[in-house]
C-alpha cells in the first residue's frame, strides 16, 4: 500500500537524514529503445545507470554514496569490501575510494567455477589493478558471513597499521544503507517520467544482493507509484530471492522511518533465466546481449544487465508483458565484465 501523504514532486525528504557523498554526474538519462521495442510489440526504456560517471559506471555507483557517506561521517580512510572475481560492486569500491583519496582493500571470493584466462587477469579484474587497490582472494563464494568474517579480520589488521577502515559487508545480517540509493533512484526516475508525461507498465530490474530491487520498489511505493517492479535473479533462486528482497525492502523502509507496508505480492521475481547459477552464461543470456547490442548499440554483462534482458524478453514471448505496454529496463552497468567473458561471447551467433 502506499504512504497516505505521497509526495507528488518525487521526492522523499526522509533521504536527507542519511550522510552521502557525491559520485555520480547527476542524473543519469531515460533512454527510449526504438529498434528494440518495436521488434517486442513494446514501448521500451531505458534506465542507464551504466552513464553514471564513475569508472565505467554501474548501479553500485548510486549504494555507494550512501555507504561512503556514512564512512566518511565516520572519519575513513581506507574502504573494505568483498566480491565475485570479477564483481563490479568491488571495482568501484575501489574507484570510489580512489576518488575520496582513501586507500582500497578489495577480497575476490572463488563464486564462479570458470578458470579461463579471460576471466582471471582481465575485465574488472583488471581496472581493480590499475585503480591500485590490494586484492585479497577468499577460496568460497557461496558463504557470505564467512566472507564477512574474513573481511572483518583484513580491517584489523588494516588498524594495525593506523588506518581506519570502513567495512561494506554482503551478507544478509548487516543493514541495507546502499539500498537507499536506489530508494533515490526511484525517485529520480518517476520525476524523469512526471517531465516526460509518460507512465509505465512494468518495470524489469536484476535482482542479485536484493538492494537495487528493494531499494527501488520501496522508492517507488514511497511515491505513491504502484508500478510492478519485476527482478530478475541472478544469483539465488527465485523462493530463496522473495524473501530476501522482502526483508531488505522492510529493513529499508526502517532506515527512513517511514509509515508503509511492503507485502509479500509486492515482491516479484522470476528465476527463467538463472541456471546453470551466477556468473555462468547460458544461451538466452547470451542472445539477449547480441540482441541489444544489434539493435541498439546497448552494451550488456552476461551475469546483471544481460541475464535481466533475457529475462524481460522471456516476460514478453510468454505474454506476462503484454504487447503494448509501457517497459522501463534498469540498466545497472557492469560493461568491463564483458571483456573477462571474451570465450563465451566471441564468435558467430
Not at 48 to 73: F, H, I, P, S
Not at 198 to 203: C, M, P, T, Y
Not at 223 to 232: A, S, T
Request: charged share 25%.
Amino acid at each position: 500500500m502506499s504512504r497516505p501523504d505521497a509526495i507528488p514532486e518525487a521526492s522523499l525528504p526522509e533521504l536527507a537524514a542519511h550522510p552521502k557523498v557525491d559520485l555520480s554526474l547527476g542524473e543519469t538519462p531515460l533512454e527510449r529503445l526504438k529498434n528494440l521495442g518495436s521488434q517486442l510489440g513494446i514501448s521500451l526504456w531505458a534506465k542507464r545507470d551504466d552513464c553514471n560517471g564513475l569508472a565505467m559506471g554501474g548501479n553500485k555507483v548510486r549504494q555507494l554514496e550512501y555507504y561512503l557517506g556514512r564512512g566518511k561521517a565516520e572519519g575513513a580512510d581506507t574502504v573494505l569490501i568483498t566480491g565475485a572475481l570479477q564483481s563490479n560492486f568491488v571495482r568501484l569500491a575501489a574507484a570510489a575510494a580512489r576518488r575520496l583519496g582513501w586507500q582500497p582493500e578489495v577480497q575476490l571470493e572463488d563464486r564462479v567455477p570458470k578458470d579461463d584466462l579471460f576471466y582471471r587477469v582481465s575485465g574488472n579484474v583488471l581496472l581493480d589493478q590499475l585503480l591500485g587497490a590490494r586484492i585479497h582472494y577468499f577460496p568460497q563464494g557461496e558463504n557470505e558471513a564467512a566472507a564477512d568474517r574474513n573481511l572483518d579480520e583484513i580491517a584489523a589488521r588494516v588498524r594495525g597499521e593506523g588506518r581506519r577502515p570502513y567495512v561494506i559487508h554482503l551478507g544478509i545480517e548487516h543493514p541495507p544503507i546502499g539500498g537507499l540509493g536506489y530508494v533515490e533512484a526511484a525517485c529520480e526516475t518517476r520525476r524523469q517520467l512526471q517531465r516526460l508525461g509518460q507512465e509505465l507498465s512494468h518495470v524489469v530490474i536484476p535482482s542479485g544482493s536484493g538492494l537495487t530491487h528493494a531499494g527501488f520498489l520501496v522508492g517507488a511505493r514511497a511515491l505513491g507509484w504502484q508500478v510492478p517492479v519485476l527482478g530478475i535473479c541472478v544469483r539465488r533462486d527465485a523462493q530463496q530471492q522473495h524473501q530476501r528482497v522482502l526483508r531488505r525492502a522492510r529493513e529499508i523502509v526502517g532506515l527512513l522511518d517511514i509509515k508503509l507496508e511492503i507485502s509479500e505480492q509486492d515482491v516479484i521475481v522470476d528465476d527463467c533465466v538463472l541456471a546453470p547459477g551466477y556468473g555462468q552464461i547460458n544461451e538466452p543470456t547470451r542472445a539477449a546481449i547480441r540482441l541489444a547490442a544489434e539493435s541498439e548499440a546497448l552494451l550488456l554483462d552476461p551475469v546483471y544487465s544481460g541475464r535481466c534482458m533475457a529475462g524481460l524478453l522471456h516476460f514478453v514471448e510468454q505474454g506476462r508483458i503484454p504487447t503494448g505496454s509501457e517497459v522501463l529496463f534498469v540498466h545497472t552497468g557492469g560493461t568491463p565484465a564483458i571483456f573477462a567473458y571474451q570465450s563465451d561471447l566471441s564468435g558467430p551467433a
